[in-house]
């Protein structure tokens, strides 16, 4: 009787979902589309938008975007054109699309707002309640590694403060925005992200060493990483073969010095790579390592699970929380646990075989699909 009961409630929960959807239409806006090319922020409300049920229809007015997930995003390849060459050191791009975003605002002709990102433009020109995601608090927590003219500090109070509804992109996230900003727990929603990789669609990468550790993403301030190149420094002169690859942005001067200071500098290798090619280096290599100080989430968490690539990661922020138990933790203030994990995993090939079971595991919790579901549940508050 009690199965029977929770089955009609999620049924009826369903059905009261398809009724309220019939008559929503959300709003978006340029912000995100203007400022990345690629990126994950502009990748989560491509992947929202596309996701949307059926009945749930959506506006987003950007008519000048190079970003490569919107052209993808059904019915916007056509309303949007990529940032004329002419054009893309001036401002036209940004005062085109924000024109176009106050005059929908002003119209009101919409259920529900969802700016892309935490320019408090809109405030003056809403006309119904708004939602705004946060995806962290690195700004607020780590402001001496921001310059004095960032305003992103400013603007995302102003926004989050005014907001109807904040989503939060993980409980450490939602905690934070509680501790710093005083908002009230029943304010907030916490919605998990899902991932994009495809573990079967790779393409190879030339000149990959046959052994070696990966690391994703820009390496500067509190992603940790000149921590971790000393660790790894201790860990190739134990294992010689073992070296290591990273992505992002190229090597400065300055770091090509650090790594030649630790004598790490002919076994690193950089590659500018696509995302069927991270796919290949996810798939290949021996660990990914996540040395972070801070993270609202952490998607390459879920990338290293979904192609089966043995997690090692810090123990901080939201960490815990995403990666549960099918990663291997370090302190990352700490240069000798960092290299006492990364030494456990090269030596203990069941280690390495139990991580990646339970990160298979792990991952069927998290889907863009149960993002746009969970998503849009939170509008529903709102209308």
């Known amino acids: 009787m009690i199965t029977f009961v929770k089955n009609f409630a999620d049924i009826i929960d369903w059905f009261c979902f398809d009724i309220i959807s019939l008559i929503m239409n959300i709003l978006y806006d340029y912000q995100t589309f203007l400022n990345q090319r690629f990126g994950g922020i502009s990748r989560y409300f491509a992947e929202l938008m596309t996701r949307l049920p059926e009945g749930v229809s959506f506006k987003n007015p950007v008519m000048l975007s190079s970003n490569v997930y919107l052209s993808q995003v059904p019915g916007m390849g056509k309303a949007c054109m990529s940032v004329p060459h002419f054009l893309k050191r001036g401002k036209n791009p940004f005062k085109i699309n924000r024109f176009l975003s106050r005059r929908i605002l002003k119209g009101g002709k919409y259920d529900v707002f969802h700016p892309t990102y935490y320019d408090p433009y809109f405030l003056d020109y809403v006309k119904r309640p708004y939602v705004i995601t946060v995806h962290d608090m690195i700004h607020e927590r780590f402001p001496e590694m921001y310059p004095q003219q960032d ?3 400013e603007f995302k109070r102003m926004s989050v403060m005014n907001a109807d509804r904040i989503i939060a992109i993980s409980q450490w996230t939602k905690k934070d925005i509680m501790d710093i900003y005083g908002i009230q727990e029943e304010k907030i929603d916490v919605v998990y992200h899902g991932h994009s990789i495809d573990a079967s669609y790779e393409e190879p990468v030339s000149g990959l060493p046959e052994k070696y550790m990966l690391y994703v993403g820009h390496r500067g301030a509190y992603k940790n990483f000149d921590k971790f190149a000393l660790a790894f420094s201790n860990i190739h002169s134990e294992f010689p073969d073992i070296e290591l690859v990273c992505t992002g942005g ?3 001067h300055v770091e090509m010095q650090f790594l030649s200071d630790l004598k790490i500098d002919k076994c690193t290798y950089h590659y500018f790579v696509t995302e069927p090619q991270l796919t290949y280096l996810y798939n290949h290599a021996l660990c990914f390592v996540f040395p972070s100080l801070y993270e609202g989430f952490g998607l390459p968490i879920l990338e290293a699970y979904a192609c089966d690539c043995p997690l090692v990661l ?13 990663g291997l933790y370090f302190d990352p203030y700490d240069v000798n646990s960092i290299a006492d994990a990364l030494r456990k995993v090269v030596t203990d090939s069941e280690l390495r075989n139990n991580m990646v079971e339970k ?3 792990i991952l069927s919790n998290y889907s863009w699909d149960k993002m746009a579901y969970e998503t849009v549940k939170v509008y529903e508050k709102l209308i």
């Open 151 to 153: 305003r992103t500090s």
């Open 250 to 252: 190229g090597f400065s």
């Open 314 to 326: 810090s123990n901080t922020s939201c960490f815990p929380e995403v990666a549960r138990d099918g």
């Open 359 to 361: 990160g298979r595991n």
